[in-house]
């Protein structure tokens, strides 16, 4: 077990430091060597001066890329040639597109609306995360839905070949939570809760579950981990609004079979390279930054860690002012930088405890921490600074692309 060390400062030099980060060194290696130098997982033990202990196996997700530019991106224009073979199907509209929508349950549901009585499109039964890891806990290959002949690994092999089909081959997936879901059917109240009643009649497709699933994107082995996280969630500022619909992967939503099923989330493409290859700092010098917010009691769990692209507001792009100029602003560019995603719990004050959210199995699923945690947040660090930016911070000026840090 590792005892991170107190120390006693000057006040000045306690002034001085920085709220959120172990000011690092100058980046000095490439992609290649951080990846060489980088374990698969993070396997940590701390005493925190406040006598916590904070335990966690994090497996981490890097990019296989040889070089890490940094570059201005946009939403994705999805040809009519790439659209074709979905086009009896297909719904557009500002942030998705829907394809072969599950038309079947919404024409039941509405029935049964109009009749006064509930309905349910399948209730989570288990979730897991992180199966991209190279040891991930479950094998997709042996889980099922209720009723259905695809494992949740052939469905993961379909989602991987629809956005090759629909993105281009330079794009792939690293799935990063799945759900399985129960048969959508009519909800009845039993002992005052209301509970599954008979499946929906959807044909040759009663009573079969389905599957959720979230991937991260990956272009050219690099992941788009989208804009900034914000842990207060949407904003009504239009600014805020543009990086909010900053999706950070597509999702294959209710998937039951290559007829019914829908894919969500519009990706995003490289339009300029603004820098080839730009230095980073090393796994330890992050790791230090992360082991200072330990120490001070804000991170008290970790459960993954990712570097990848995040887009930032451009400085050098005029967005529009107006919510009415929304769809203008979204084709627009972001500048998209190396960062670090912690994925942890993270307390907002002191005193606040969230260590009572790892990542437990309960009667033998895995528990949704990510729904039920409220100091569940994906931590940001500066790749190049080891500065780590308050989920809690909300500012203007937190949404523009920081300096970039060049050889």
């Given at each position: 077990m590792k005892h991170i060390k107190k120390c006693v400062l000057p006040a000045l030099a306690v002034a001085m430091l920085l709220p959120l980060t172990?000011?690092?060194?100058?980046?000095?290696?490439?992609?290649?060597?951080?990846?060489?130098?980088?374990?698969?997982?993070?396997?940590?033990?701390?005493?925190?001066?406040?006598?916590?202990?904070?335990s966690f196996h994090a497996p981490i997700l890097m990019p296989t890329a040889d070089t890490?530019?940094?570059?201005?991106?946009?939403?994705?224009?999805?040809?009519?040639?790439?659209?074709?073979?979905?086009?009896?199907?297909?719904?557009?509209?500002?942030?998705?597109?829907?394809?072969?929508?599950l038309d079947l349950i919404e024409a039941q549901g509405e029935q049964l609306k109009k009749s006064g009585r509930l309905y349910s499109v399948g209730e989570e039964k288990s979730v897991y995360f992180h199966l991209w890891e190279e040891n991930p806990k479950v094998d997709g290959s042996s889980i099922y839905a209720e009723n259905q002949n695809a494992s949740l690994a052939d469905v993961a092999n379909r989602l991987e070949s629809l956005v090759k089909e629909i993105y281009g081959e330079e794009y792939d997936i690293l799935i990063d939570q799945a759900g399985v879901n129960t048969t959508p059917s009519e909800l009845v109240k039993r002992d005052g809760r209301y509970q599954a009643g008979e499946p929906l009649d959807l044909g040759e497709h009663t009573g079969m579950g389905s599957y959720?699933?979230?991937?991260?994107?990956?272009?050219?082995?690099?992941?788009?981990?989208?804009?900034?996280?914000?842990?207060q969630g949407y904003s009504l500022r239009y600014k805020d609004n543009l990086l909010s619909n900053t999706c950070n992967g597509v999702e294959l939503m209710r998937y039951v079979s290559d007829d019914v099923f829908m894919l969500y989330g519009r990706g995003y493409s490289i339009?300029?390279?603004?820098?080839?290859?730009?230095?980073?700092?090393?796994?330890?010098?992050?790791?230090?930054?992360?082991?200072?917010?330990?120490?001070?009691?804000?991170?008290?769990?970790?459960y993954a860690m990712y570097l990848g692209w995040v887009y930032w507001l451009d400085p050098s792009v005029d967005y529009p002012n107006t919510q009415k100029e929304f769809a203008e602003g979204m084709k627009m560019p972001f500048l998209a930088t190396p960062v670090w995603l912690v994925e942890c719990c993270y307390a907002s004050g002191t005193g606040r405890d969230y260590s009572e959210y790892p990542e437990t199995e309960l009667n033998g699923e895995v528990y949704n921490y990510r729904k039920h945690s409220w100091g569940h947040?994906?931590?940001?660090?500066?790749?190049?600074t080891g500065e780590a930016y308050d989920p809690w911070d909300d500012s203007t000026q937190r949404k523009y692309a920081p300096k970039v840090m060049t050889w």
């Open positions: 172990a000011r690092a060194a100058e980046p000095t290696m490439n992609i290649a060597e951080l990846r060489e130098q980088t374990p698969a997982y993070w396997q940590g033990e701390y005493i925190n001066r406040k006598g916590r202990t904070v890490f530019p940094v570059v201005r991106v946009a939403r994705s224009d999805l040809s009519e040639e790439a659209l074709a073979p979905y086009a009896d199907n297909l719904k557009k509209d500002s942030a998705t597109v829907k394809i072969k929508r959720d699933v979230h991937a991260i994107l990956s272009v050219n082995g690099i992941p788009m981990l989208g804009g900034p996280k914000f842990r339009k300029e390279v603004v820098q080839e290859d730009v230095p980073l700092l090393s796994f330890d010098q992050i790791q230090q930054t992360v082991e200072n917010l330990i120490d001070r009691d804000k991170v008290q769990h970790v947040v994906m931590l940001m660090i500066n790749a190049q």
